[in-house]
């Protein structure tokens, strides 16, 4: 059994206003790739990313809404190939939030998908405090993903370096700051997904806990940050599982090494990546680790994520 964690399909008449690559609206074409290369299930989301240039504001509350419909009709057509995961902006209100509790209260979303940073602001704003508290009481994941311009994006002239860098970057810094807020530690059963293998946190684990010890006065018109942890930001890592999405076996191998093959889950971001589902599966077999490892970043963390109790039926 493989569960792809991270896909993306989006609702046709999308490309009908807006522009879009051509396999975010092949349904058919989507599920012929997953087959082809051995995925049993498949949780689509839409991360409510804006074509770069625009801001997150044009991602309203009507999109949150007919991407639940157009994930609805999906997961019933291919019953036992898909769920999903419903992206919303958690600075949208009170009404956006009530959507995301509906969708998976009584309509079977089994997560949510929100940016990392939303318009340069990132979730440990105070704007997103009822947004934790919702996702504290639903314990479900929420899937921090990558947001199409990420903060500082508009500083960078050439595209590919945000797409390649900044975005990963932003990925980083959006959970580092998720810990450094106490939210893990305020929410200790909430399980937070890291798109693009987590960003860099990983390297960066001992240089959080440096940087938490350290509250030096630079002078005295900066006051000191206010501390939400009881203990060093490499406890929380614990809460945290990070995606496959990353082409280096390296830096794989070093999550491993931190995370380790508890908290990683197998994830293609195919559509839209240019690499194909098999490649990346490929990749987490090729990797110098023992079977049960493997499985349980191709299919039992995940279903373990998802609360599929009778997946064991398909392994």
């Known amino acids: 059994m493989i569960i792809d964690m991270h896909c993306h399909l989006a609702p046709p008449k999308w490309a009908e206003t807006r522009p879009m690559m051509r396999s975010l609206t092949d349904i058919e074409g989507f599920f012929r790739e997953k087959e082809q290369a051995g995925v049993t299930l498949s949780v689509i989301g839409y991360g409510m990313m804006s074509r770069a240039g625009t801001q997150q504001q044009d991602l309203e509350f009507n999109m949150v809404r007919e991407f639940e419909d157009f994930a609805l009709e999906l997961v019933e057509k291919y019953p036992g190939r898909a769920v999903s995961f419903l992206g919303i902006n958690p600075f949208g209100g009170r009404k956006m939030l009530y959507e995301a509790e509906k969708a998976v209260t009584q309509l079977g979303f089994k997560g949510i998908m929100v940016n990392s940073s939303i318009d340069g602001v990132y979730l440990d704003s105070p704007n997103a405090t009822e947004f934790w508290e919702l996702m504290g009481s639903l314990n479900v994941p929420v899937y921090l993903h990558q947001p199409a311009l990420p903060s500082g994006g508009n500083g960078i002239q050439d595209f590919r370096l945000v797409r390649s860098v900044a975005?990963?970057?932003?990925?980083?810094?959006?959970?580092?700051?998720?810990?450094?807020?106490?939210?893990?530690?305020?929410?200790p059963a909430l399980p937070l997904i890291g798109s693009l293998g987590g960003g860099g946190l990983a390297m960066l684990k001992d240089y959080l806990d440096i940087a938490y010890r350290r509250r030096e006065i630079i002078s005295e018109s900066v006051a000191l940050p206010v501390d939400y942890l009881s203990d060093v930001p490499s406890t929380s890592l614990k809460q945290i599982y990070v995606d496959s999405c990353i082409p280096s076996s390296a830096v794989l191998a070093w999550n491993l090494s931190v995370f380790g093959s508890d908290h990683i889950v197998f994830s293609s971001d195919m559509p839209p990546s240019p690499i194909s589902t098999a490649a990346a599966i490929q990749t987490i077999k090729d990797l110098p680790i023992g079977d049960e490892e493997k499985e349980k970043i191709l299919w039992k963390n995940a279903a373990k994520l998802l609360k599929l109790e009778e997946a064991s039926a398909f392994s």
């Open 167 to 187: 975005r990963w970057n932003d990925v980083t810094m959006g959970l580092s700051a998720v810990i450094f807020a106490g939210i893990l530690e305020k929410y």
